[in-house]
T-cell receptor, first 111, second 114 residues
Framework: DAKTTQPTSMDCAEGRAANLPCNHS???????VYWYRQIHSQGPQYIIH???NNETNEMASLIITEDRKSSTLILPHATLRDTAVYYC????????????FGTGTSLTVIP | GAGVSQSPSNKVTEKGKDVELRCDPI?????LYWYRQRLGQGLEFLIY????????KSGLPSDRFSAERTGESVSTLTIQRTQQEDSAVYLC????????????FGSGTRLTVV
């Protein structure tokens, strides 16, 4: 699976949009981009995934560049409960293989 | 069940003792994964079960670690002769066969070896 690069940490003001970047310049055509987050003392939680098109669900939006070499996870109105480590992972789907979690981005939402 | 259930939630054991950790996956999920997370670190893959196929044990750190799964149900992770470096949160996750929509994780078992 392709490697990803994320900033180590970010801050965001409460109520503002949090934009978390991820670089995956070696992504293959059959690899999806997945985002998870891990709130302190809990197991990771699936947020969203996409292949080429931008995706939106009740938690977040995922913007994937046209060349698919980078993506951005957007939390439209960050709350204090969004403080967590956010992991960007690329993975071939339809294989059931394991996800490789990197070190992620530690997002702190500031009141 | 509605979610992935792990037990116990906390376990303190003496160095050299064996421990057994349990994971109940979501009903119908054929894939089951174990990860380890040491304090302040990322998730470390341990083992993966997919239906009745042979498990992928490539992440197990030593022969003191083993895991079993009966069919598509409960899994147990066993650590023999525990060492202090085994102290960590052990996380279990399950997914559909393809995992397209990601995993669902349990809350983990916090193991402390004293």
């Amino acid at each position: 699976d392709a490697k990803t690069t994320q900033p180590t940490s970010m801050d965001c003001a409460e109520g503002r949009a949090a934009n978390l970047p991820c670089n995956h310049s070696t992504i293959s055509g059959n690899e999806y981009v997945y985002w998870y987050r891990q709130i302190h003392s809990q197991g990771p939680q699936y947020i969203i995934h996409g292949l080429k098109n931008n995706e939106t669900n009740e938690m977040a939006s995922l913007i994937i560049t046209e060349d698919r070499k980078s993506s951005t996870l957007i939390l439209p109105h960050a709350t204090l409960r969004d403080t967590a480590v956010y992991y960007c992972i690329v993975r071939v789907a339809n294989t059931g293989n394991q996800f490789y979690f990197g070190t992620g981005t530690s997002l702190t939402v500031i009141p | 069940g509605a979610g992935v259930s792990q037990s116990p939630s906390n376990k303190v054991t003496e160095k050299g003792k064996d421990v057994e950790l349990r994971c109940d996956p979501i009903s119908g999920h054929t894939a089951l994964y174990w990860y380890r997370q040491r304090l302040g670190q990322g998730l470390e893959f341990l083992i993966y079960f997919q239906g009745n196929s042979a498990p992928d044990k490539s992440g197990l750190p030593s022969d003191r670690f083993s895991a079993e799964r009966t069919g598509e149900s409960v899994s147990t992770l066993t650590i023999q002769r525990t060492q202090q470096e085994d102290s960590a949160v052990y996380l279990c996750a399950s997914s559909s066969q393809t995992g397209l929509y990601g995993y669902t994780f349990g809350s983990g078992t916090r193991l402390t070896v004293v």
